[in-house]
Nanobody
Framework: QGRLVESGGGLVQARGSLRLSCETSARVFTIATMGWYRQTPRKERELVADITKSGATTYADSVKGRFTISRDNAKNMVYLQMDSLKPEDTAVYYC?????????????WGQGTQVTVSS
């Protein structure tokens, strides 16, 4: 069983909002870069946004100004606030955790949560 559990997906109308959450019990959370990726049947998995342990963020151009990633290190949670949603945001969204222990870089994934935006 994976260590990342996503929630918050669902069906929403265009211009609506959703908030995705990702929870982990992994103690490496505080040193990890956390990210949200998405994938559709026609496209490869792509980065939506990520946030480093210090809070620096990166966003895909397609979501800048609409999505906000945040993390709560006390609760081992990462969030993706999605506003002004568009039908092209429809995808399975995956939580990702990247961290390094010594020389080894590890990459972990959640099971994914479906987001569907209707026009």
């Amino acid at each position: 069983q994976g260590r990342l559990v996503e929630s918050g997906g669902g069906l929403v109308q265009a211009r609506g909002s959703l908030r995705l959450s990702c929870e982990t019990s992994a103690r490496v959370f505080t040193i990890a870069t956390m990210g949200w990726y998405r994938q559709t049947p026609r496209k490869e998995r792509e980065l939506v946004a990520d946030i480093t342990k210090s809070g620096a963020t990166t966003y895909a151009d397609s979501v800048k100004g609409r999505f906000t990633i945040s993390r709560d290190n006390a609760k081992n949670m990462v969030y993706l606030q999605m506003d002004s949603l568009k039908p092209e945001d429809t995808a399975v969204y995956y939580c990702n955790m990247k961290y390094q222990l010594g020389p080894i870089v590890r990459d972990e994934w959640g099971q994914g949560t479906q987001v569907t935006v209707s026009s």
